[in-house]
């Protein structure tokens, strides 16, 4: 080999060397979730903007709500995999995934919206719900308090006793199931974007979901009564691909920043989007309806331990965990 040759040899090594940088400057991110119109597509949408603005656009977000990429078991699978780069679902959604979720699901956790985001903002606590699942081929990128919980119902729900053999659905989560069912009612597991025709069809006669769902999906076409849970608010978590991230290279950093960035932007929103959803569904002919505050006290002795019996052993010591973290902020 001469030397002109030898150059020439070197050189395509040098390519061959250079291509994973050259892969990390036009990456994909896929960003999926079952609902619409709500606090999650915001979170998705600013993220998309806020990572495309940190890399320069060498990452560039697509944008997925409504279930597009399927149902949240099949996105989930699809972060795990890594044909997916982030999935943004109810915690109860991943409690197949690992237990530990289900520790979220437990009522009574937040006094209300802005206590439950202090909660979850708190350092010590961001840094346990990032192990959660972590040994999954999936990381917590994020965790936000959606809203508060509600059943949307044909027969109106003025009492906890009319709560008695309504089939609702719940999004998958079995801590949800044992609160459901003791309170008498019969509770299935569903994906949100399967919810609409048999809410329809009167396989479902009610749905249990945050307060802005509803009001997206347009069921006060279905139905026109929506009862408020007490103290009992749903948690939305963001799992990425810890693969996709490091696949980034010296880009992983960018995108880690952006999603602290969004939760900056986005948490602020969450009242508004709850106002919004309100108008929404009384302007559709919905009522809001609010327990007694007897049934309230009976609501919550009955659910806090049904579904704690249902917490595995860790997810019972991140209970604990999010328990104190509550009662640090709420001095």
Request: net charge positive.
């Amino acid at each position: 080999m001469n030397r002109r040759q030898c150059l020439a040899h070197l050189a395509g090594l040098g390519a061959f060397a250079f291509l994973p940088a050259a892969r990390a400057q036009n990456l994909v991110m896929k960003l999926t979730t079952t609902t619409t119109d709500d606090l999650g597509v915001d979170w998705l949408t600013a993220y998309k903007a806020n990572i495309e603005a940190a890399t320069q656009n060498k990452v560039k977000g697509q944008v997925y709500p409504a279930s597009q990429l399927g149902t949240a078991q099949r996105t989930i699978e699809g972060v795990s995999m890594g044909t997916v780069e982030m999935a943004l679902n109810a915690s109860g959604m991943y409690e197949g995934l690992d237990a530990r979720f289900g520790a979220l699901a437990v009522p009574g956790m937040f006094d209300s919206i802005d206590h439950g985001m202090k909660v979850l903002a708190d350092a010590d606590v961001k840094k346990r719900l990032a192990s959660i699942a972590a040994n999954k081929g999936v990381e917590v990128l994020t965790t936000l308090v959606h809203s508060q919980c509600s059943i949307v119902s044909r027969k109106p729900i003025r009492k906890l006793s009319d709560l008695a053999g309504q089939k609702i659905r719940v999004p998958g989560s079995s801590i949800l199931i044992a609160q459901l069912r003791q309170l008498g009612a019969n509770p299935v597991s569903m994906s949100l974007g399967e919810v609409l025709p048999a809410f329809q069809n009167g396989t479902l006669d009610g749905v249990y979901s945050g307060t802005p769902i509803p009001s997206a999906l347009k069921y006060f076409d279905v139905a026109k009564s929506q009862t408020l849970l007490p103290s009992t608010y749903i948690s939305i978590v963001g799992l990425a691909s810890p693969t996709f991230l490091k696949s980034a290279g010296p880009l992983e950093a960018a995108l880690r920043q952006a999603a602290r960035k969004t939760d900056a932007e986005i948490g602020p929103r969450v009242h508004a989007r709850v106002a919004e959803a309100r108008a929404i569904w009384e302007k559709g002919g919905g009522e809001m309806i609010e327990l007694s505050a007897a049934d309230a006290k009976t609501y919550l002795d009955a659910v806090i331990p049904a579904a704690m019996k249902e917490l595995s052993p860790e997810a019972r010591k991140d209970y604990e965990a999010l328990r104190a973290a509550g009662a640090k902020y709420r001095a």
